[in-house]
């Protein structure tokens, strides 16, 4: 193993060499790079494969975080079948709990082997729970189906992206273009597909995406979805929660083989409603589909997931302090360094002009977004297994036929078509501007990990794998550019460090940011004060009031 | 405008009276916002940022900025100064708690060793380009690795 001191002593960065010993001839190579702080866990080293890729089945079977994912998993899902069974609930607590159930029942998925939660680990704030994919995957994500031709890989069918967290997601606004600002604001997920436009509510529209994604949980019919809930130990509190009746739907004789058929298998000949249903049936299982959605979004939304008791939400009510390095972190935060420019931090701002700061919070729960889209200019992450699957798997699926030549651009594969037009035609002659362009996410629980030493993807592709990275990144991007695929910096830099490759799209790169002349003490100061935006920090339970002095009421006449 | 100018002899010789053409003819009115303070004057000249062989980026700062938050700096190129064909464009965001702003503008794809003359412009994300009074600037990248 190859470690090089970084040049601020305070980052060690080490070339994962021993998977390096025998590369094969073909295919896509990637040098990972890891913190100094992380050991591939010993129950992993099975795992790992030539040319740094990983076995994903083998990670399945032993990663000692999927491992503790699934018994979180399991854990909260057996808490919400408590609650549920309870008949104690209020009706805002039903819906709230009803999405909880939903997001970590592994039944949804094709193979009934994958929850929403494994991806989005409640632990690593609701996003890539696993250390290992972390470094080997960027962050993205095995799904459903193992891929079992021989010699593939990778093999099992992986998400393309380091799933975005979910936290906050619901106060995100559904999709719209704003023409005096000519900007788009609100949407969910990293390319804002997920408008919220049928619903108007973006957060319970990509909830109803990933279990009919081929790549992830699968289901070859969104009625997949709703013939499993109508099969599941919650369908009563379903119904409880939508009415009774909502989950009769007359199934066909085939549900079980269609529904265990993963999307994407030529068996289904392209289809998107392979099961058979009534016109009645159908139009009630897409309406029981959006209640689906509707839940998950409510428990989203819920103190459980977006609770706004940070250190820094303390310290926006009055009752807190930060301290020093936090404060620095701060005044940088919404200075210098400009973060605020769009990761809105509620409070007034001092500009760097000397202007006073009042001090007064204008917004008590700000979202530290500010809901638009920016290219960071992102080199491209190769390790992505994403890139590699370019050739059929057992099912006759290709999840990306263009392999290593797939450019991620973000909102312009949204709006130029890639998944279909967009819902709002008018939009896709605003390619050319957004293209490159990713969701400007909420920092809220951004640092928040599992343990000590967990090592997390940042950015849609996980390219950056701390926030020491990717405060540097920003500070640096561009006094260290060079015109270099990833993890070909020249001789005398060090990637990350001295050297930032190419960015995967050049076009419509964010120039706010690159070159901030930000000290490495002040890189620290800004990480420091990210910290603060932890939820945990207070109890999210009620707390007491003070008491209210109520006058005496006028004895009513005898 | 320029519809304006070809329609108006047309508008004239239908005797439909001027005044009546203006007002049919003339754009709605911006909305009266006070914070629209006007044409952006440039106090940091135009300058390299950095270059490579084949990247360079150039950044000036403007004051008296208004209008739209995203904002594009543009970069119009060449190897002759009169002969400026190319353009690069770049958006930036603008935080309204800062009295100045600084563009910069990621050129990409340049020749290595080679002399570049440029001027720059400013846009908002709609609307009309901002008015700068941009000097001819020059620089020349590395020379390959």
């Not at chain 1, 020491?468 to 001789?491: I, M, W």
């Not at chain 1, 490495?520 to 339970?541: K, M, P």
Request: with cysteine.
């Amino acid at each position: 193993m190859k470690c090089t001191l970084r040049e601020n002593r305070l980052i060690f960065r080490c070339i994962v060499a021993s998977a390096l010993a025998a590369v094969p001839a073909a295919g896509v190579r990637a040098q990972v790079s890891v913190p100094q702080s992380y050991v591939i866990p010993p129950a992993d080293l099975a795992c790992i494969l030539t040319g740094n890729r990983v076995d994903l089945q083998c990670l399945i079977a032993n990663d000692p975080d999927f491992k503790r994912i699934r018994a979180e998993e399991a854990g909260l899902f057996n808490e919400a079948l408590a609650a549920a069974r309870s008949n104690t609930l209020d009706p805002f607590h039903q819906i709230e709990t009803l999405g909880k159930l939903e997001i970590f029942d592994p039944r949804l998925s094709v193979n009934s082997n994958l929850a929403c939660s494994f991806c989005h680990d409640p632990a690593a704030g609701y996003g890539n729970g696993a250390s290992i994919l972390s470094v080997f995957t960027g962050g993205a994500n095995p799904g459903s189906v193992p891929i079992t031709v021989h010699g593939a890989y990778p093999n099992n069918r992986m998400a393309k992206r380091n799933p975005q967290s979910y936290v906050y997601s619901p106060y995100f606004p559904p999709l719209q273009y704003n023409p005096t600002q000519g900007d788009f604001y609100g949407g969910n997920f990293w390319d804002g597909r997920a408008t919220g436009y049928r619903l108007m509510n973006s957060a319970a529209e990509q909830a109803q995406d990933p279990p009919v994604d081929p790549e992830e949980m699968a289901n070859p019919d969104t009625a997949c979805v709703v013939w499993k809930l109508s099969t599941g130990s919650y369908k009563a509190f379903f119904e409880q929660v939508w009415g009774r009746g909502t989950l009769d739907i007359a199934w066909p004789g085939n549900v079980a083989t269609i529904c265990s058929t993963p999307k994407g298998a030529a068996s289904l000949g392209g289809s998107a409603t392979p099961l058979a249903l009534s016109s009645i049936d159908r139009t009630r299982a897409n309406q029981a589909f959006d209640e689906f959605g509707q839940a998950i979004a409510a428990y989203e939304i819920s103190p459980a997931v977006s609770a706004f008791t940070s250190k820094f939400d303390l310290f926006l009510s009055g009752n807190g302090t930060l301290t020093a390095a936090e404060a620095r972190g701060y005044d940088l935060f919404r200075g210098k360094a400009q973060c605020n420019t769009c990761h809105l931090d509620g409070r007034s701002n001092t500009g760097g002009s000397g202007a006073a700061d009042t001090g007064a919070a204008t917004n008590v729960a700000p979202m530290f977004t500010d809901f638009t889209y920016n290219n960071l200019g992102l080199p491209r992450n190769p390790v992505l297994p994403w890139y590699s699957e370019n050739t059929p798997d057992q099912w006759g699926f290709t999840g990306n036929p263009l392999g290593i030549g797939f450019t991620d651009t973000g909102v312009g594969l949204f709006l130029g078509g890639y998944y279909g037009p967009p819902p709002n035609l008018s939009w896709g002659q605003l390619e050319p501007y957004f293209e490159g362009k990713f969701q400007t996410s909420t920092l809220r629980d951004t640092a928040k990990v599992p343990y000590p030493n967990f090592v997390k993807a940042f950015m849609h592709n996980g390219y950056l794998h701390s926030l020491k990275e990717v405060v540097h990144f920003y500070n640096t991007r561009d006094l260290y550019a060079q015109n270099v695929p990833s993890g070909q910096c020249r001789v005398g830099t060090i990637e990350k460090v001295t050297c930032w490759p190419r960015p995967e799209d050049p076009n419509n790169m964010n120039m706010v940011i690159g070159h901030l002349k930000l000290t490495d003490a002040e890189e620290n100061d800004i990480v420091a004060f990210l910290g603060t935006l932890n939820d945990g920090f207070v109890s999210a339970t009620p707390t007491a009031r003070p008491a209210i002095q109520r006058k005496p009421t006028t004895p009513p006449p005898s | 405008m320029r519809s304006r100018h070809l329609i108006l002899p047309l508008a004239a010789a239908c005797f439909v009276p001027a005044a009546v053409y203006f007002a049919l003819s003339r754009p709605p009115a911006p909305p009266a916002i006070s914070s629209f303070a006007g044409p952006e004057r440039i106090v940091e000249p135009p300058e390299l940022e950095s270059a490579t062989d084949t990247t360079a980026f150039i950044r000036w700062t403007a004051t008296s900025v208004s209008g739209t938050r995203e904002r594009y700096g543009i970069v119009h190129y060449g190897t002759a100064p009169d002969q400026l064909t190319l353009s690069a464009r770049s958006p930036t965001r603008w935080n309204s708690a800062f009295p100045t702003m600084v563009f910069r503008v990621h050129l990409h794809g340049l020749q290595p060793a080679t002399r570049y003359y440029y001027t720059v412009e400013s846009r908002q994300a709609v609307g009309e380009p901002d008015q700068l009074d941009s000097p001819v600037g020059r620089f020349i990248t590395a020379p390959s690795p």
